[in-house]
Structures are given as C-alpha cells and as structure tokens.
T-cell receptor, first 114, second 114 residues
Framework: SQQGEEDPQALSIQEGENATMNCSYKTSINNLQWYRQNSGRGLVHLILIRSNEREKHSGRLRVTLDTSKKSSSLLITASRAADTASYFCATDALSGGSNYKLTFGKGTLLTVNP | NAGVMQNPRHLVRRRGQEARLRCSPMKGHSHVYWYRQLPEEGLKFMVYLQKENIIDESGMPKERFSAEFPKEGPSILRIQQVVRGDSAAYFC????????????FGQGTRLTVV
C-alpha cells in the first residue's frame, strides 16, 4: 500500500457533528499536510504539521501527529454542509538523497448532511 | 498574489496528438511538482522540478512524457502521442523551498483523450 493511507474511505455525518479522519504512513517524514478537494476542483491546503509537533489547530480544524505510530488525525468540529469534500493527507519524505516529494493517500470522502 | 495558475483548465485531444499543460507557480516559488489524479483516486506523484533542473522524475512514465521548468516562463508537462489511458486530471503544485514548506496547488488541467 502507498504512503499516506486515509481512513475511513468515506464518512457521512450530520451538520454540527464532529468528523475525524485518520492517516497512516510508512516511512519517516519531515512534515505532514492535510488538503481538501471539492468535487472536480483543485486541492486547498489546510494545515501543515511538522514531525516535532504533536498537535496543531486552525479554526475548526485540529490535527494531531503521532510519529511513534506513524499516524495523524484531522478533526473538523461543528461540521457544516460546506465541509463536504475529499480530504487527503500528504507526507514528504526524502527520496534519493536530498530530493523529496509529497505522497498522497486516496483520501476520505466526507459528506455533511444538512 | 495570484495562486498557482494552470492552463488550460480542460483539454481534449484525439489519440496520437500531443498535449501541453502549463503551470505558473506562485510568485517567489521556485519548486514545482506535477501530479496525476485518476477518478476516485488520490494524487500520484510524477515529477519534481526546480528552475532548469529535473530533481525527481521517478513517477513519470519513461516514454511519451516529459517536463521542463525553464529559467523564464511556466513549467510545461508534455505528453506525446496521447492514449485514452492518459485521460486524467493533472495538478501542479509549487512551494518556496523543497523541504518542509507548504505546497500550493493549481486548479488542475483535465485532459480527455477521445
């Protein structure tokens, strides 16, 4: 399986509820980023968490990182219908010397029902 | 400060034709990445470039695909003799430096091969 695997693959909740998505990865990373993609659109950068950080907040978003378990979670509190989108985690890892690249999982499709 | 600009947004090509996709990074960004996304899939890394240099092209097919990021002008992803399997959304991202900084994405080019 590829670096950066999100689960669940799909999540359906009611407006106002919290949504939690998880991401696991395999190799050591420098940082981990979360992105949102609305259907048919580009990716919007949400938050970056560095390998020496454990938790980060941005508005209604809370990201945690556990490097010992090689996992991260994205929590969206008080969800809104407009949060309906696919959410991807992306990890950067050294690739062949000093090169690095962002590797994405397949994403979690979040549906927030009004 | 305009974001990452990709054009065209939609491109239709007949089998055997050439497709040229353009990406202008954000102002001040010298690192460009190309990704391909198939329907219902995550983003697959293709190539990582800096100005006038290809840093990592491990995700790019060996034949028919090429990428460049000249000293002046946008980055170009070129696909020669397109086949139906090349139909996908192609995203470009840019960052200030290669390591440990946010990568910002364009809206993508949706290539359809008929």
């Amino acid at each position: 399986s590829q670096q950066g695997e999100e689960d669940p693959q799909a999540l359906s909740i009611q407006e106002g509820e919290n949504a939690t998505m998880n991401c696991s990865y395999k190799t050591s990373i420098n940082n981990l980023q979360w992105y949102r993609q609305n259907s048919g659109r580009g990716l919007v950068h949400l938050i970056l968490i560095r390998s020496n950080e454990r938790e980060k907040h941005s508005g209604r978003l809370r990201v945690t990182l556990d490097t010992s378990k090689k996992s991260s979670s994205l929590l969206i509190t008080a969800s809104r219908a407009a949060d309906t989108a696919s959410y991807f985690c992306a990890t950067d890892a050294l690739s062949g010397g000093s090169n690095y690249k962002l590797t994405f999982g397949k994403g979690t499709l979040l549906t927030v029902n009004p | 400060n305009a974001g990452v600009m990709q054009n065209p947004r939609h491109l239709v090509r007949r089998r055997g034709q050439e497709a040229r996709l353009r990406c202008s990074p954000m102002k001040g960004h010298s690192h460009v990445y190309w990704y391909r996304q198939l329907p219902e899939e995550g983003l697959k890394f293709m190539v990582y470039l800096q100005k006038e240099n290809i840093i990592d092209e491990s995700g790019m097919p060996k034949e028919r695909f090429s990428a460049e990021f000249p000293k002046e002008g946008p980055s170009i992803l070129r696909i020669q003799q397109v086949v139906r399997g090349d139909s996908a959304a192609y995203f470009c991202a840019s960052s200030v430096t290669g390591l440990g900084t946010e990568a910002f994405f364009g809206q993508g080019t949706r290539l359809t091969v008929v």
